[in-house]
Nanobody
Framework: QVQLVESGGGLVQAGASLRLSCAASGRTFSSYAMAWFRQAAGKDRDFVAAISWSGESTYYADSVKGRFTISRDNALNTVYLQMNSLKPEDTAVYYC????????????????WGQGTQVTVSS
């Protein structure tokens, strides 16, 4: 069982940066692939970024590539999403997700989810 708690969201202007954090409970965090998804109002939940259990492999949606960076600290049981050059279209609730070992971009393959943190980017 893994519990995930996101933090770091907020209201920023276009071009600003934010860093989201996702703190995980449990002693097996280092065995989980982690990902960030986002859901804008009235839209489906979309993949943003994922990282393998070791941190050696990362994956990004084309819409955030070059602007967002996912990372993890297994000693702290935390995964991060550094978001730079934010755009109004990045506005959404951002969710952290965990999947045992296998890293994937598919939301339906993640077993555990956080409650989400709101990111709002004004123009």
């Amino acid at each position: 069982q893994v519990q995930l708690v996101e933090s770091g969201g907020g209201l920023v202007q276009a071009g600003a940066s934010l860093r989201l954090s996702c703190a995980a409970s449990g002693r097996t965090f280092s065995s989980y692939a982690m990902a960030w998804f986002r859901q804008a109002a009235g839209k489906d939940r979309d993949f943003v970024a994922a990282i393998s259990w070791s941190g050696e492999s990362t994956y990004y949606a084309d819409s955030v590539k070059g602007r967002f960076t996912i990372s993890r600290d297994n000693a702290l049981n935390t995964v991060y999403l550094q978001m730079n050059s934010l755009k109004p279209e990045d506005t959404a609730v951002y969710y952290c997700a965990a999947n045992w070992v296998v890293v994937t971009t598919r939301a339906d393959e993640y077993d555990y989810w956080g409650q989400g943190t709101q990111v709002t980017v004004s123009s």
